[in-house]
């Protein structure tokens, strides 16, 4: 594959501000045992790019310190591999709360030393198994300057597209969108995942940070799409968003589905892989009671758990229940508590008897390190 | 980077493991999975890390090709150094001629070179065939207290099973005053482990003696180490009091992997400041379906459970359809257990495929264990009684509908 990878583990916008109030949100616990990056990084490989660069702006120590040398990736490579590229990493980078274009434009000196053709751009806020090399095939087919991908196919959520207006030819090319809702999305240029040519890539950013006619990012982007062949790729890969609480529980509870199991973890282009822990197997004890549900290795069940996610590592006493809810890793829920439309972050302490709920459009949720 | 290591441990994995057949059929015994997640060799090699031995020579003979994947470069243990780190030592052919192993004491002698290239004070002898969580930094403390030219750790066992093991008898101080091997009348119940510690001068001056004798058999319990206590030297045991079970037979490995279920498990697997490392697959979560029941079992992940599992453990990627009941098994990693079937106190072997309505084995109590060995397939309906063990398709034939 002639393309180079960039993921932006950024926080573009305070999106599940309370999941990310310590960690990037590449580094959100998903599914019992990942981390979103996991799946950007999964699908850059699965998609035989192997060069990898991944831009981190704050709070990135969780990220690095789980990816590491990308090892599990395939990406601790002598010819290319995995690139981490933080802030202040080269002259004249300024630490920038700004625009992708900004971020990008940091790390230029990158972005020059590669020599792959193209460049896959993708954000961190989603599951799903995507095929890139299908998206990069498109770009090449439809002679596109930009090639930006969507998904029909969201889960829990409306799909970007048409939250963001966008409006393409018969041919898909990208003719419009609506600036209001773009704005309020805050995603800027990139929507995400897209693949450009290098070359153009280096250029544009150097246009659009001088911007010599003194137009607005949106209206920069909007001549963008007038002038170039800017086109959209749908896809009917599967997609969770993970944007606030509420899609975070939805999103969770939605891999309880065969379908979606079936399209996350079983799909084409490969399978999602993750850093490994060498826990043990999955305990379960004499009265342990489970039902429809996702529960990792190194997790020890006594009590009750129906619908809900188990991560490794994370405990459910005896007469515990647990359900429509996520415990993340090494927490634990007390003998007798009772959990419904909960969201427990790592580490957290409920006590015995305890009992909490929220709703599915209002989890209940527990900082890392809480008890209650 | 220091020059030398203070001690090295030399793993014997070439062992053939003939009572564990079928699961030692086409794999090393140290090589077959264990306890849901594990293989058997990732003990020793976990103990010794968490014992800050992080030089291993592992040696190997028997049907090596899965062990040497699963080893790799030694990653899972941390044991991918620059200076010591893990090493597979296989047989080699030198310029006075190619050598199979010939016995335990054989196969450190023809390695002794990797050993003194890391000048280490110490040996460690260990075996591929023992499961077990011991810090061996204890037992080489107490070899340097003893000033010990050879330390041989010990468990207590019952007298009625002293004869299946090497017994030592012992004066007041430790010091081994008479070995057996296997003895008809044990007038002591300390058994050998399996695991050694030489001083590293000792050790090659008596295999080098062994090397020269043409009656040994060159095994450590019944060459080397009657001869050192013959010679009057500083033999010790260490008694060691933790969980160790020896796996190799079909019962003691089954009897092995129940002994990690329960609220409080013999075998405890989930102390994280001991843990077991491993070789890790990509699977995804394991999923619970809406019917599913699971009591007192250790499950891996990747799979999916629909039917009815108690007192079991049940391996990594493990399909298990509706209204089955797997009880008192063992069940390894990639099987298939259809819709209805029931298995009962029996070990199935990697890649098993158990058809909709066949029946193995009995309910715990009502007949001996049950064995089906790796890649068999079990016809729809087929009903292979307690106490047998399937080798091979040809050993199906038997049992009617049979299977592939």
């Known amino acids: 594959m002639d393309a180079a990878g960039i993921i932006l583990a950024d926080n573009i916008a305070d999106l599940s501000a309370q999941l990310t109030e310590q960690r990037t949100l590449a580094a959100l616990p998903f599914g019992g045992k990942y981390r979103l990056i996991d799946f950007s990084l999964s699908n850059m490989v699965n998609a035989d790019i192997q060069n990898v660069g991944v831009i981190l702006s704050q709070q990135y120590d969780s990220v690095m310190h789980h990816v590491q040398s990308g090892m599990e990736w395939d990406l601790d490579r002598k010819r290319g591999g995995l690139r981490y590229l933080t802030p202040l990493s080269s002259a004249g980078a300024t630490i920038t709360e700004g625009t992708r274009v900004e971020i990008l434009r940091n790390n230029l000196f990158y972005i020059r030393q590669l020599s792959e053709k193209y460049i896959v751009l993708t954000g961190t806020g989603y599951a799903g198994a995507l095929d890139f090399a299908a998206l990069v095939e498109h770009h090449i087919e439809k002679n596109a300057d930009i090639t930006c991908l969507f998904s029909r196919n969201v889960v829990n959520q ?157 405990r459910v006493r005896k007469n515990a229940i647990v359900e429509n809810s996520v415990i993340m890793q090494d927490s634990t829920v007390g003998e007798g508590a009772h959990l419904n439309h909960a969201i427990l972050d790592k580490e957290v302490m409920i006590e015995d008897g305890r009992l909490l709920s929220g709703y599915l459009t209002h989890p209940f949720f527990c900082r890392k390190g809480e008890r209650i | 980077m220091s020059e030398r290591k203070q001690c090295v441990a030399m793993l014997l994995a070439g062992g053939q493991g003939s009572r564990l057949v079928p699961l030692t059929k086409s794999t090393a015994k140290p090589a077959v999975p264990f306890g849901g997640k594990y ?112 330390t041989i750790s010990v468990i207590d066992v019952p007298l009625e099973e002293a004869s299946r093991f090497g017994i030592m008898t012992t004066d007041r101080t430790g010091r081994i005053t008479e070995f057996n091997e296997k003895p008809e009348h044990p007038n002591s119940t300390l058994a050998s482990m399996g695991v050694y510690i030489f001083s590293t001068d000792k050790l090659t001056q008596y295999l080098a003696e062994d090397e020269l004798d043409p009656n040994s058999d060159s095994d ?184 592939r």
């Not at chain 1, 897209?194 to 003194?214: A, Q, S």
């Not at chain 2, 379906?289 to 049940?314: H, K, Q």
């Not at chain 2, 072997?349 to 909709?356: D, S």
Request: charged residues 25%; proline residues 5%.
């Open chain 2, 220 to 403: 450590f319990g019944k060459n080397v180490i009657p001869r050192m206590l013959n010679a009057g030297e500083r033999m010790f045991a260490y008694l060691y009091g933790g969980y160790w079970k020896d796996v190799g037979t079909l019962d003691s490995f089954w009897a092995a992997n129940m002994d990690a279920l329960g609220d409080l498990p013999e075998l405890f697997l989930n102390d994280p400041a001991w843990r077991i490392y491993y070789r890790h697959g990509n699977t995804h979560p394991e999923f619970m379906g809406p019917e599913a029941s699971l009591t007192n079992s250790i499950v891996g992940d990747g799979g999916a459970l629909y039917g009815s599992v108690s007192d079991s453990v049940i391996a990594s990627e493990v399909m298990i359809e509706e209204d089955t009941v797997i009880s008192d098994s063992v069940v390894m990693a990639n099987c298939r257990i259809g819709r209805g079937a029931r298995v009962e106190h029996a070990i199935l072997g990697e890649r098993v495929i158990i058809e909709p309505g066949a029946v193995i084995g009995a309910p715990l109590g009502d007949g001996e264990l049950t064995v089906i060995g790796p890649n068999l397939t079990i016809g729809e309906g087929t009903v292979i009684p307690p106490g047998t063990t399937v080798d091979s398709p040809e050993d199906l034939e038997a049992y009617g509908k049979g299977g």
């Open chain 2, 39 to 150: 293989r058997i060799i990732d003990f020793p090699l976990s103990n010794c890390i968490n014992s800050g031995i992080d030089t291993v020579g592992v040696l190997t003979q028997y049907q090596p090709l899965e062990l040497n994947d699963y080893l790799g470069r030694g990653e899972p243990w941390d044991m991918n150094l620059k200076f010591g780190g893990l090493h597979i030592l296989p047989p080699y052919e030198g310029a006075e001629g190619a050598e199979w192993f010939l016995g335990t004491a054989n196969a450190i002698y023809q390695n002794l070179k990797f050993i003194h290239r890391y000048n280490p004070k110490y040996v460690l002898i260990l075996s591929g065939d023992h499961i077990y969580k011991m810090d061996y930094r204890i037992m080489l403390e107490e070899h340097i207290r003893n000033e010990a030219d050879c």
């Open chain 1, 158 to 314: 409306t799909p970007l597209y048409k939250r963001i207006g966008l409006v393409t030819d018969r041919d898909d090319r990208i003719i419009s969108f609506d600036p209001f809702q773009f704005q309020a999305l805050s995603s800027e240029l990139t929507m995400n995942t897209c693949v450009i040519e290098r070359e153009y890539l280096m250029r544009m950013l150097d246009t659009l940070t001088r911007n010599p006619r003194g137009l607005t990012p949106l209206e920069a982007l909007q001549d963008l799409i007038d002038k170039r062949r800017v086109y959209a790729y749908f896809t009917d890969e599967m997609v969770i968003y993970l944007e606030d609480l509420s899609s975070y529980l939805s999103g969770s509870l939605a891999l309880l589905d065969y379908d979606v199991r079936r399209q996350l973890f079983h799909a084409e282009s490969g399978p999602v892989l993750t850093k490994t822990k060498d826990s043990p197997a999955t305990r379960y004890g004499k009265e342990a009671k489970v039902s429809n549900s996702i529960i990792a290795d190194g997790a020890v069940i006594e009590g009750e758990v129906r619908n809900s996610v188990i991560f490794r590592g994370a």
